[in-house]
């Protein structure tokens, strides 16, 4: 994508487009070494109700085997959104995500713990030459294949415990998983059957071509592992998670942090499968300017992300993003499509409200709570830890009790996972007039009007 309109400015520093704060559009197709780090200039701005679109390069397995890259995925260069000061938070728009990738690979991992420093995602080590973050050389295809710049020993951290080859067809529907002919095919050309953009530089996983299941279908349906705003201290970008992110306490690397710490992060990295085309992302902001980056599109994700990874591809990506001043959220805040929302957190139809209020007014009462569907992400190490976080967050946001946010989400939603070890998504219906104070009620009506 061309870069020629975009200008690099440091978080906070205004453009001006057609008279007004910030530009109308940014194009992105530059990405970090794996660092989320606030105090290096952003590009942008883009004007409140401006647009992001960027191409994206694939998330895990590619940067996992590349220890160049520092924080275990390849995300782009955040962008300022004009006017944004820490305490606000910005609304993200998904307007559409669409895969170019032709194929992927993906599995299980296995860590090789000799070759790094205490974190295979952050602090990749040669083993044989003791060079970190090591720069890497491709020769031929297989899980030998990465080899150090160096020193030409092996020198991925990881390497597939079980993995598969998945290749899928001109409209993006379904992925057929490949058996060893097919995939090897792919390895030899690797870059090109996962359409890598030209600015990237990760390792493509499809050179391992792993082979551990064959002829298994799955239905392609893309979301965003990475989308969110950037951490208010240095910090990996995998890691920028309660889960992840715990890892780097008391780390042996030079972005090891105290527990304290970890209050900086963003929750950027969600892998809730929710976070695709249609849906509204709520973000908070903990620099100026904000800095909205993305990466990790998975062609398709169960609930859990059971195995680790999924199936990591590139693509482009088109974001619409709004400010609003002074929410003051400590993560993230989704509205899901319609369709994504447990059976008993979707909004009333006409028909149950009428059943409802008929059941009110029979026992005195003169109406019943408008209310409307709402998503709290909460990270944390464990999912108990990230239930919690979450509850906790969304009593700060309703001015009301974790006791009471319980109830809301038992009898009106759902907790959610979105990635096995800690993150969740608190769904459950809120009471439209606090959504209202909160500035929060027009984009849920966006979402539900008429459902």
């Given at each position: 994508m061309s870069t020629n309109v975009q200008s690099q400015v440091s978080a906070g520093?205004?453009?001006?487009?057609?008279?007004?704060?910030?530009?109308?559009?940014?194009?992105?197709?530059?990405?970090?070494?794996?660092?989320?780090?606030?105090?290096?200039?952003?590009?942008?701005?883009?004007?409140?109700?401006?647009?992001?679109?960027?191409?994206?390069?694939?998330?895990?397995?590619?940067?996992?085997?590349?220890?160049?890259?520092?924080?275990?995925?390849?995300?782009?260069?955040?962008?300022?959104?004009?006017?944004?000061?820490?305490g606000d938070a910005i609304a993200i728009r998904i307007k559409d995500i669409t895969i170019t990738s032709m194929a992927t690979a993906s599995g299980n991992d296995i860590i090789l713990g000799e070759r790094c420093l205490g974190d295979p995602y952050v602090a990749g080590k040669c083993e044989q030459c003791g060079t970190v973050y090591p720069k890497t050389v491709i020769r031929g295809i297989g899980q030998e294949a990465v080899r150090c710049a160096n020193c030409g020993a092996d020198a991925t951290p990881f390497k597939f415990a079980s993995g598969y080859t998945i290749a899928f067809d001109n409209n993006r529907a379904v992925g057929v998983t490949l058996a060893q002919n097919a995939a090897e095919t792919i390895a030899h050309d690797a870059n090109y059957y996962a359409a890598m953009p030209e600015n990237s530089i990760q390792n493509s996983v499809l050179t391992f071509c792993p082979t551990d299941l064959v002829g298994l279908v799955g239905r392609l349906r893309p979301f965003m592992g990475q989308l969110g705003t950037t951490p208010s201290m240095p910090m990996p970008d995998s890691h920028n998670a309660g889960d992840f992110g715990s890892f780097l306490i008391g780390a042996p690397h030079e972005y090891g942090i105290a527990a304290a710490d970890l209050h900086h992060r963003t929750d950027g990295h969600m892998d809730i499968d929710a976070v695709r085309a249609g849906a509204i992302l709520i973000c908070p902001v903990k620099v100026a300017g904000g800095g909205v980056y993305m990466g990790d599109m998975h062609a398709m994700q169960g609930d859990g992300e059971i195995a680790g990874h999924t199936t990591d591809v590139s693509g482009t990506v088109t974001l619409q993003v709004h400010l609003l001043k002074g929410l003051n959220i400590d993560g993230p805040i989704l509205f899901p499509l319609a369709e994504d929302l447990p059976f008993l957190a979707k909004p009333l139809t006409v028909d149950e409200k009428a059943q409802a209020l008929a059941v009110a007014k029979s026992w005195g009462m003169s109406g019943i709570e408008e209310s409307m569907p709402i998503s709290v992400v909460g990270t944390g190490p464990d999912l108990n830890s990230a239930t919690d976080n979450g509850l906790e967050r969304a009593a700060r946001l309703l001015d009301t009790t974790v006791p009471a946010i319980k109830n809301r989400a038992t009898i009106t939603g759902a907790i959610e996972i979105g990635r096995h070890p800690g993150v969740v998504q608190v769904t459950f219906r809120a009471p439209a007039s606090k959504l209202a104070e909160k500035g929060l009620l027009g984009f849920a009506e966006d979402q539900y009007a008429g459902t």
């Amino acid at each position: 994508m061309s870069t020629n309109v975009q200008s690099q400015v440091s978080a906070g520093t205004n453009g001006r487009s057609n008279g007004h704060a910030g530009h109308e559009t940014v194009y992105v197709d530059q990405f970090i070494d794996g660092i989320l780090d606030p105090n290096k200039p952003m590009l942008g701005p883009v004007r409140d109700g401006g647009h992001i679109i960027a191409n994206t390069a694939p998330g895990c397995w590619g940067p996992m085997i590349t220890p160049e890259i520092r924080g275990g995925h390849e995300v782009t260069k955040p962008v300022a959104v004009a006017g944004a000061e820490v305490g606000d938070a910005i609304a993200i728009r998904i307007k559409d995500i669409t895969i170019t990738s032709m194929a992927t690979a993906s599995g299980n991992d296995i860590i090789l713990g000799e070759r790094c420093l205490g974190d295979p995602y952050v602090a990749g080590k040669c083993e044989q030459c003791g060079t970190v973050y090591p720069k890497t050389v491709i020769r031929g295809i297989g899980q030998e294949a990465v080899r150090c710049a160096n020193c030409g020993a092996d020198a991925t951290p990881f390497k597939f415990a079980s993995g598969y080859t998945i290749a899928f067809d001109n409209n993006r529907a379904v992925g057929v998983t490949l058996a060893q002919n097919a995939a090897e095919t792919i390895a030899h050309d690797a870059n090109y059957y996962a359409a890598m953009p030209e600015n990237s530089i990760q390792n493509s996983v499809l050179t391992f071509c792993p082979t551990d299941l064959v002829g298994l279908v799955g239905r392609l349906r893309p979301f965003m592992g990475q989308l969110g705003t950037t951490p208010s201290m240095p910090m990996p970008d995998s890691h920028n998670a309660g889960d992840f992110g715990s890892f780097l306490i008391g780390a042996p690397h030079e972005y090891g942090i105290a527990a304290a710490d970890l209050h900086h992060r963003t929750d950027g990295h969600m892998d809730i499968d929710a976070v695709r085309a249609g849906a509204i992302l709520i973000c908070p902001v903990k620099v100026a300017g904000g800095g909205v980056y993305m990466g990790d599109m998975h062609a398709m994700q169960g609930d859990g992300e059971i195995a680790g990874h999924t199936t990591d591809v590139s693509g482009t990506v088109t974001l619409q993003v709004h400010l609003l001043k002074g929410l003051n959220i400590d993560g993230p805040i989704l509205f899901p499509l319609a369709e994504d929302l447990p059976f008993l957190a979707k909004p009333l139809t006409v028909d149950e409200k009428a059943q409802a209020l008929a059941v009110a007014k029979s026992w005195g009462m003169s109406g019943i709570e408008e209310s409307m569907p709402i998503s709290v992400v909460g990270t944390g190490p464990d999912l108990n830890s990230a239930t919690d976080n979450g509850l906790e967050r969304a009593a700060r946001l309703l001015d009301t009790t974790v006791p009471a946010i319980k109830n809301r989400a038992t009898i009106t939603g759902a907790i959610e996972i979105g990635r096995h070890p800690g993150v969740v998504q608190v769904t459950f219906r809120a009471p439209a007039s606090k959504l209202a104070e909160k500035g929060l009620l027009g984009f849920a009506e966006d979402q539900y009007a008429g459902t």
